[in-house]
Structure formats: C-alpha cells, structure tokens
C-alpha cells in the first residue's frame, strides 16, 4: 500500500474557523486587539505549483493572485515529490498514455504544495487555474496567462470537495494545515 498522510484527509472538511470562540484576533500583534470574525465556515483545497512554474519564477505571481482573491494559506511545502506520491497524486491517471510523461515532469525538479482556505475553495481555484490545456484557458487564468502546452501547465489544484481531501492527505500531516482567522474576513465575507 502507499504510504500516505491520510490521517490529514479530514482536514478537508469544512472548517469553522476557531480563532477565538469571542471573535477576538489572537496573532502575533502586540498590544492589539483586532475583530476577526469567528464560525465562518470554510473549505480547504490541494494546490501545487508544478516545476516549470516554480522554474519560471511564478510561485510568487500565483500565490498573491490567491491571496488578492481573498483565500487564506494554511500550509505550505517546497519539494520534490517522490514516485510514490506522484503516483498516488495522479491515481486516477496511471492507465492513461501520458502518465509516464506526466510523472516525468512532476518529478523533474522542486514543487511548491499549498492547502488554501476559503468559502468553496475548490470550485474557486479550479476557475483561478482555469482549462488543462493551456491553449484553451481563458486569458486572466493562471493557466491562460502563463501556459502553453498541456504536459507544462504549471499548476494542479483539486478537482472536486473529496479529491481535496484525498490529496491534502497525500500531501500532509494532519497538524500542518494551520488554524486561525484572517483579520479581513469579516470584510471579505458578507455573512
Ligand atoms: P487537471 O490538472 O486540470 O485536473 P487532469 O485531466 O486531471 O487535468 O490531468 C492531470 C494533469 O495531467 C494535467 O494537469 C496535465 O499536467 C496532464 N495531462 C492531462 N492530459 C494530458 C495530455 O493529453 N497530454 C499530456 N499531459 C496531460
Ligand atoms: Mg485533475
């Protein structure tokens, strides 16, 4: 069996944000106390900056796209992925006449793994993202504006509630993902 942190899967689920259970911000700001919004719940997704993106210099350029968004990052590692993560990653793919290539190129050098956070967060990167083939994703994309080829498109993101969840595990331990509120997610959120 592949080894994997599976015992993260649940940290997918919906998270209602516990900050602070009285709606006051607990973060490293000394000598303030900011309002920060409590029990809004939110989703988690898989998000993976592939070689070529983080080759070309873009990890920067698509972490803030997520952030301008209005996401939150929870967790973050820089590596290179193993066969048998790749292989687990990209399960549903193994018959397919492009793995071989594909687990090439994931492999091919250093990937920067996020799990985000946010109100249906995956839907939400998927559209960030946009089209697999590069060729076909709209422009304002990640994979409009910064792609070309289908085997270099820079960048994964979950595909679905339960592929998160499958993938965070994957990917890591169930205390990596970090709890805690964003101060302007009461601006961010109407309700
Ligand atoms: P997705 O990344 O948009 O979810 P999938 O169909 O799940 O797209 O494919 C996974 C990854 O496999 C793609 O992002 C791309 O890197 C690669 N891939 C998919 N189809 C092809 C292909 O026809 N040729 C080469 N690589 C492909
Ligand atoms: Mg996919």
Redesign the pocket.
Known sequence: MVQSFTSAAQSARTITNSAGSRGEFHGQLPGKRLQARSEIPLDRTFVMI?PDGVQRGLVGEIVSRFEAKGLKLVAARFEKLTEVRVTEQ?Q??LA?P?FP??KN?IMSGPCFLMVWEGRNVVAIARTL?G??NPQEAAPGTIRGDFGID??R?VI??S?SPQSASREIGIHFQQNEPVTYALIDESIIYEY
């Open positions: 592939k990209y549903e793919h397919k492009f290539s594909l190129y993202i089209a697999t289908i085997g498109n994964h993101g595909d």
